[in-house]
């Protein structure tokens, strides 16, 4: 099987990079790099690569009243307003919240009331922000909410709902779909005590069990069913295991990283890909090779590229970098 050619942004041995994310023109990404071999001092933050044609990584944020946070990951663009969402911590570990800053990367500002939301994505006006959000109430936590930017509050504490078996989920990683929110699909696990060998008593949330789920509002509530129909929702298989979902621009495609065994490959879920989900047809085609371990992947505005990370063929450098993927081919007419 010949899959795309891998074109590579960053290589450099000194630096991972991760969670890349383009700007509404296709031109320019920003992107989480990380200093190797750093131990804790080591902090995450975000730069920018500004022309494709020679690629030169740069800090992406400069000046902040008040400071720039320490740790700066999972950025997010919007299209609509050039804003830039991102979480910010006083350090890798540290407690996150969601930050945003123009294009240009000057002068980022906190967003109040965002304390433990992850994964920020915004809404397709740039007016609301879904995302994985741990903060304490009877929801399942993590689970998806919706947050007013004007407001600085939570509008929906949860957009997941339950599965068609009527159990409640955790939910994370949410992109939105073409009809806005609260239409998102999600990495999400039903609530269940004992999913794929976990704690009976007290269920948790592993980003590596997770389906691609695609929620609905129902009356008022959201219920939420997994893009892949024959999942099973009382045990975990393998099978299905997805995660990082992203919508393209014209609805019909979902990309999305696994770790499942596809196609006759024997992954033994250590390595991810990224495959694409036609929504139409229900099929699903290879994007990279496992063994390169791709990782969040999402559409160009045109709809027929991928940006991602991943680790260079051969292992030289031995580090995770950004390269963009042309999926015209893979694309269904």
């Known amino acids: 099987m010949t899959l795309p050619t891998l074109n590579f942004l960053t290589s450099d041995s000194g630096f991972w990079d991760y969670r890349p994310a383009v700007n509404a023109t296709g ?17 995450t933050t975000l730069y920018q690569i500004a022309d494709f044609s020679a690629p030169i990584p740069a800090p992406f944020l400069s000046g902040a009243s008040p400071p720039q946070p320490a740790s700066q990951t999972r950025p997010d663009w919007c299209w609509a307003t050039g804003q830039v969402a991102f979480n910010g911590a006083d350090s890798n570990n540290g407690a996150l919240s969601v930050w945003q800053v123009g294009p240009d990367g000057a002068n980022p500002q906190p967003i109040a009331n965002t304390t433990g939301f992850c994964y920020p994505t915004w809404s397709l006006d740039g007016a609301l922000i879904v995302s994985e959000s741990s ?10 909410a919706i947050f007013d930017i004007a407001t600085s509050s939570v509008t929906k504490p949860n957009i997941d709902g339950a599965d068609p078996i009527s159990t409640p989920l955790f939910g994370g990683m949410p992109t939105v779909g073409p009809n806005n929110l609260p239409q998102i699909a999600f990495a999400g696990q039903p609530k269940l005590g004992g999913w794929a060998g976990t704690d009976i008593a007290n269920p948790v949330y592993s980003q590596d069990l997770n389906y691609i789920f695609l929620n609905a509002a129902t009356n008022g509530g959201f219920a939420s069913a997994p893009m892949e129909s024959g999942a099973p929702l009382t045990n975990f298989s393998p099978n299905y295991q997805a995660r990082a979902p992203a919508w393209s621009p014209d609805g019909k495609t979902i990309a999305f990283e696994s770790n499942r065994p596809f196609g006759g490959q024997t992954n033994g879920g250590n390595n991810y890909a990224i495959y694409l989900y036609n929504l139409a047809s229900k099929s699903i085609t290879q994007v990279t090779d496992p063994s390169l371990g791709g990782q969040h992947a999402k559409f160009f505005p045109c709809g027929k590229k991928l940006i991602l990370c991943i680790h260079h063929p051969g292992g030289t450098p031995a580090t995770m970098g ?8 893979l694309l269904a007419g």
């Open 27 to 43: 031109d320019t990404v920003v992107f989480e790099r990380t200093p190797v071999g750093g131990g804790a001092a080591a902090l």
């Open 135 to 144: 903060a304490p109430t009877n929801e399942p936590r993590p689970r998806n």
């Open 322 to 329: 950004i390269a963009w993927v042309d999926i015209s081919g």
